[in-house]
């Protein structure tokens, strides 16, 4: 191996061991917030057979309309079903990868461009992919698990310029592989859209050095990249997204609204680059800013620096990349697609801020060239002292997501305005057993924002299950009031109907829950064993059950709970023989996948079936 390759091998290495170090000890933390619909209640994940179950995902999950994340996700509880340390595992290799890709883009970049060669690339590399790994901004996206969307997405961005400049060279076979990552990149999350772009800005402004010039050297390789695009189109169009993406709120918030509001994010982002602190999970609470001229400051800063950026550009400087760089890739969170849920997001940094990381080093590379020869030592010292402060502030921030509990009130103590934040507290103190702080939790969030209705869905759902089933059905009535058309909403309200002896009113929020999410199996399997168990003949329809458990298992592939759903069926509309032979399928399944204590109730079932008898619901 040459000196040069021994030195990118010690490069890798070092970057390996940095984010090792820094996010080993989050392998136990547990999942949070999002992580509890696309993954602990996600039954889509429990598969990989037939082939495209492993694609398909909750509707509003973070998976949704994200081919290869839930992909990842299916193969994570494939290897150790939901055990939370093979979801960290991957995250933080995931993000190691990332970093790894970034080393070798900036590596070529720099010699691209002309700004270093040999081991001062390397060098110069290493610094900017060491301080991408180190940088707290990244506890968001690796501690969260299902915001591995973001790291994927950047992995295979990266992965995708690093092709490009390969192809640029004359290896053929990234003519191929490039626009692969692309749409790899594009299938992890949306943002990826300005990676075409950035390949062919790139090309124009350092490699072809004009766009008829890129164009007539590697036109077949930009519309293979463009093509990408159209899968984009397909997987967003396949997701359900619910209200977090695009005009859901479009009579509270406008396109308009939602630009205006990002003048104010991207400077936050700005700021938590060269300050990372203090870090918050969630910012529910930001203010809608309504008027531009409550942001004409910030907006003529953001445009001052962005006409700085285009015209540095246009003199073919890399710090002017650079800078369009984090402009464009921010643009289709900060502008282009409103995301109703979340206005401002840390999470969204993952991708920019290694352009940003970029020109900072760079310009600390300017600054500190006249002193090498002086002081050689100076420029690794600083690396070494940013990298220690950097590390150990994302440590700390780590240790905030050890616990769902410990997140939410951090969240709450420095945004205490954020009505969902509180809302999360008060799940957090039900889930550890503490009622009173979790109604309290709640009761915060329905008087900071009572409009939108899930802190009475959780308040009613809690005093339900703590015996006060009159109080707790009204919450549920207030929460649906408020969302009227929101399938959790029908779908909690009328399974706790049943469950108090209001089944008649219960199926009728369950089959209008359907309706609105004809695709989410769960509420389809718990209507189909009303209908086929249910003690009052007046509410059981067999044969409309028998029909459900098949499209079921059509859909959801051959699990345990939809073959129990079909014997039971079966055995409603007096096919006994066919009812033991779907209740042994089911607790044979059940059994593989290790839920003991459902294949010894489907055994139960079956001992009945064997007797001519249907099952009743107790």
């Known amino acids: 191996m040459s000196r040069e390759g021994r030195i990118g091998a010690w490069a890798a290495l070092g970057i390996s061991l940095l984010g090792a170090v820094i996010y080993g000890g989050t392998l136990q933390h547990p999942f949070v917030f999002d992580d509890l619909l696309s993954i602990l ?46 979801f960290h595992l991957v995250n933080i290799l995931g993000h190691i990868a990332a970093a790894l890709a970034l080393l070798c883009v900036a590596r070529r970049c720099l010699v691209a461009t002309g700004e270093a060669s040999g081991a001062a690339a390397t060098g110069l590399a290493f610094a900017i992919a060491a301080v991408w790994v180190s940088h707290p901004l990244h506890s968001d996206a690796i501690g969260h698990i299902i915001y591995r969307n973001e790291t994927l997405m950047a992995l295979f961005y990266f992965l995708t310029l690093y092709g490009a400049l390969r ?36 090309d124009v402004f350092f490699g072809a050095k004009s766009a008829r010039a890129a164009f007539a050297k590697r036109g077949a390789f930009y519309a293979a990249l463009a093509f990408s695009w159209i899968g984009l189109a397909f997987f967003v169009a396949s997701g359900e997204r619910g209200d977090s993406v695009g005009l859901g709120h479009a009579d509270v918030v406008g396109v308009a609204d939602y630009l205006r509001t990002q003048m104010i994010a991207v400077p936050i982002y700005l700021r938590l680059t060269f300050v990372p602190w ?23 800063l953001l445009m001052s620096l962005l006409g700085l950026c285009i015209h540095s550009c246009s003199k073919r400087r890399v710090a002017g990349f650079l800078g369009l760089a984090v402009a464009v890739i921010l643009a289709p969170s900060s502008s282009l697609v409103p995301l109703a849920g979340e206005f401002i997001a840390e999470h969204r940094m993952v991708l920019p801020l290694a352009p940003l990381l970029a020109l900072v080093v760079l310009f600390a590379n300017r600054l500190l060239r006249p002193s090498k020869a002086r002081a050689p030592w100076l420029a690794p010292a600083l690396l070494a ?121 219960g199926v009728q929020h369950l089959e209008r829950a359907i309706d609105l999410q004809p695709g ?15 003690p009052e003949a007046s509410l059981r329809r067999g044969g409309e059950a028998l029909q459900a458990a098949h499209e079921l298992l059509a859909r959801g592939g051959k699990r345990p709970r939809f073959l129990d759903i079909l014997a039971a069926a079966q055995a409603e509309v007096g096919d006994f023989a066919k009812a033991q032979a779907s209740a042994s399928e089911a607790a044979r399944v059940a059994r593989s996948e290790g839920k003991q204590t459902l294949a010894q109730q489907i055994d139960a079932r079956q001992a009945l079936y064997a007797a001519e008898q249907p099952f009743r619901q107790p």
């Open 41 to 86: 209640e996600a039954e889509e994940i429990e598969s990989l057979w037939p082939p495209g179950r492993a694609f398909e995902a909750p509707p509003g999950s973070g998976q949704s309309g994200r081919p290869l994340v839930a992909l990842s996700l299916a193969l994570n509880y494939w290897l150790a079903g939901r055990a939370v340390l093979g």
């Open 167 to 202: 192809a640029f060279e004359g290896e053929k076979k990234w003519l191929i592989l490039a626009p692969l990552a692309c749409l790899a990149s594009m299938a992890c999350k949306e943002v990826a859209v300005s990676l075409p772009l950035m390949v062919f800005g790139f």
């Open 278 to 300: 203090p870090l918050i999970f969630d910012y529910h609470d930001g203010v809608v800013v309504r008027h531009w001229q409550e942001v004409w400051l910030p907006g003529v």
């Open 385 to 505: 002292l940013v990298l220690a402060g950097l590390s150990a502030t994302t440590i700390a921030r780590n240790r905030d997501y050890r616990s769902a509990l410990v997140l939410w009130q951090d969240t709450t103590k420095k945004r205490p305005a954020n009505s969902r934040a509180w809302n999360q507290l008060g799940l957090a103190q039900r889930d550890e057993g503490q009622a009173a702080a979790a109604e309290a939790s709640f009761s915060e969030s329905i008087r900071l924002e009572p409009r939108v209705g899930m802190a009475q869905f959780n308040l009613g759902n809690l005093l339900v299950s703590r015996g006060m089933g009159k109080t707790g059905v009204y919450w549920l009535r207030e929460a649906l009031e408020r969302r009227p058309r929101d399938a959790r909403v029908l779908f909690g309200l009328g399974t706790v109907l049943i469950n108090n002896h209001e089944p008649a009113a």
């Open 520 to 534: 989410w199996l769960q509420i389809r399997a718990r209507l189909a064993w009303l209908r086929a168990t249910h």
